[in-house]
């Protein structure tokens, strides 16, 4: 009979929630329910929401990354680097104008004085190849700077090409150029300065040539004449202070052989005491290094 009247839990019927209290239910769970699915305000509140975003932990900062180092740059350029690719001991006469324009362009060269090329600078380019490029580093310097439509200019450039060509510096012209350049301890010379200065110099030939005239170009500056170190030390004994005798003599000999020629005609070589003194006065070609 107990058994009969005992009921179990979910048997006992449950009292109805009234209707304003399940909406406002409802509308807490929706609320509760928004503020989950939104993030978190960056500014702190008032009242309990600031304190709750006072309790929350920081967000974790995130590592500052170091800039990258920057690319190192062309590795330094001695002069006798320089001076080895100028004036290679192969060549008697080599167009050091251009060479050293392309340096500028396409170097820096190796210890040997080499510029090289290819993947990593495996191949070395030879006297033919740098001619080629001098000869068409020159001609495309000139139209950009015409800066004209290259069928407009096409003569002018033509003209002015073999006179720019022609144009050879010394060795001693070569430090005079360079003298501005900044050298370290190490006695090197940056190669980004190098560049400027010799393409800057390279600007102003071209520009005075075309501003001139090739007629007017083509006469201007001298020319050395061809001299040897075999020359230079057979005629060393000229450049004596004092002579005796006999030296004396065969100096007087050496000179009227090698100068003669140069201070007088041919209708006028019966003249000896004129060509005598003129001889003796004469200057030497120079030094062994100035190459034209």
Request: charged share 30%; aromatic share 4%.
């Amino acid at each position: 009979q107990a058994q009969k009247h005992f009921r179990t839990p979910s048997a006992i019927p449950r009292r109805a929630m009234p209707p304003k209290a399940a909406a406002a239910k409802a509308a807490a769970a929706k609320a509760a329910a928004k503020a989950a699915a939104s993030p978190p305000p960056t500014s702190g509140g008032s009242g309990k929401a600031g304190a709750a975003e006072a309790a929350s932990p920081p967000p974790p900062k995130e590592e500052e990354k170091e800039p990258p180092a920057p690319k190192p740059g062309p590795p330094g350029v001695t002069l006798t680097q320089l001076m080895r690719f100028l004036f290679p001991s192969n060549l008697e006469h080599p167009n050091s104008t251009g060479r050293l324009e392309l340096f500028a362009r396409y170097g820096p060269v190796d210890e040997d004085g080499k510029l090289r090329g290819g993947i990593r600078g495996s191949h070395v380019h030879t006297d033919f190849e740098i001619t080629q490029m001098i000869k068409h580093e020159t001609k495309e310097a000139l139209f950009a700077l015409m800066n004209r439509p290259r069928t407009t200019v096409e003569v002018v450039v033509d003209s002015v090409l073999p006179i720019a060509l022609e144009q050879v510096y010394t060795q001693t012209e070569v430090r005079r150029l360079l003298k501005g350049v900044a050298v370290d301890e190490k006695g090197e010379m940056k190669f980004s300065d190098l560049q400027k200065e010799i393409l800057e110099c390279r600007r102003r030939r071209l520009q005075e040539l075309v501003d001139d005239g090739s007629l007017t170009a083509r006469g201007r500056g001298h020319r050395l004449p061809f001299q040897s170190k075999a020359r230079d030390t057979l005629l060393s004994g000229l450049q004596k202070k004092k002579h005796n005798e006999q030296e004396e003599w065969h100096a007087r000999t050496k000179r009227l052989h090698n100068i003669g020629c140069l201070v007088a005609g041919l209708e006028e070589q019966n003249e000896a005491m004129q060509i005598n003194g003129n001889v003796t006065l004469a200057r030497s070609l120079g030094s062994v290094d100035d190459k034209w």
